[in-house]
């Protein structure tokens, strides 16, 4: 089973601040995405990615960074949090063929 | 506009009945339609899929029927049981990252004794 695992599980932090979310995989999945889970709007794409040094813009990418260091790292990043951002982030990964495998989530709360 | 909408944000059936929840897509060019469930307080785990050279499929008490000239696609879950509650995700793709997933915006599905 594959195994995605992010850090950390819950973050808070106040408008302006700057956010590191962490995600690793141990699978050796090409993709991995991140998602933001909101209420009404299900999940929305991020940024993905489908290798290392590799970046592609997902569907709501505004306020977000993201680098994916090696196959099995990628990170997202908030420069300049905002009370809009507050959200439950998933990571993913896959090999696209079997599915997305998903992290447990991380609660990001921007005050 | 939304790629993938999902009408009912809430369904409850009762034990053993059965639970259809639909999902309709924009992109002519999705052929992936992949479901995912959510138990509470849970991430997200693949349930089954479909794709578009196909209308039918069929694991254990899920069915997913796809209607690509209505733009069509739902979940059919048969003999309902309480582990069954969660919310459901409908999502799209296409290529050439079958992977690279739009999804809805859930259908909490309740179960009730």
Redesign the interface.
Same mark, same amino acid.
């Given at each position: 089973e594959a195994a995605v695992t992010q850090s950390p599980r819950n973050k808070v932090t106040v408008t302006g601040g700057n956010v590191t979310l962490s995600c690793r995989q141990t699978n050796s999945h090409n @993709?991995m @995405?991140w @998602?933001r889970q909101d209420t009404? $709007? =299900? !999940?929305? !794409?991020i940024h993905?990615s @489908?290798g290392a040094g590799n970046l592609?813009i =997902?569907?709501v990418p505004d306020g977000y960074k993201a680098t994916r260091t090696t196959q099995e790292d990628f990170f997202l990043l908030l420069e300049l949090a905002s009370p809009s951002q507050t959200s439950l982030y /998933?990571c993913a990964s896959?090999d696209?063929r079997? =599915? !997305? /495998? /998903? =992290? $447990?989530?991380t609660k990001l709360s921007v005050l | 506009g939304e790629k993938v909408e999902q009408h009912q944000s809430t369904l409850s059936v009762r034990e053993g009945d059965s639970a259809v929840i639909n999902c309709t897509y924009t992109d002519t060019a999705s052929s992936y339609f992949p479901w995912y469930k959510q138990e509470a307080g849970k991430s997200l785990h693949f349930v089954i899929d479909i794709r578009s050279n196909v209308d039918r499929k069929q694991s254990q008490r899920l069915t997913v029927l796809l209607d690509k000239k209505a733009k069509r696609f739902s979940l059919h879950i048969t003999a309902t049981q309480p582990e069954d509650s969660a919310i459901y995700f409908c999502a799209e793709g296409g290529m050439p990252n079958y992977n690279v997933l739009y999804f809805g915006s859930g259908t909490k599905l309740t179960v009730e004794p």
């Open positions: @993709y @995405y @998602y009404g $709007h =299900g !999940l929305r !794409l993905y @489908y592609q =997902g569907d /998933f896959s696209n079997a =599915g !997305l /495998f /998903f =992290g $447990h989530g | -």
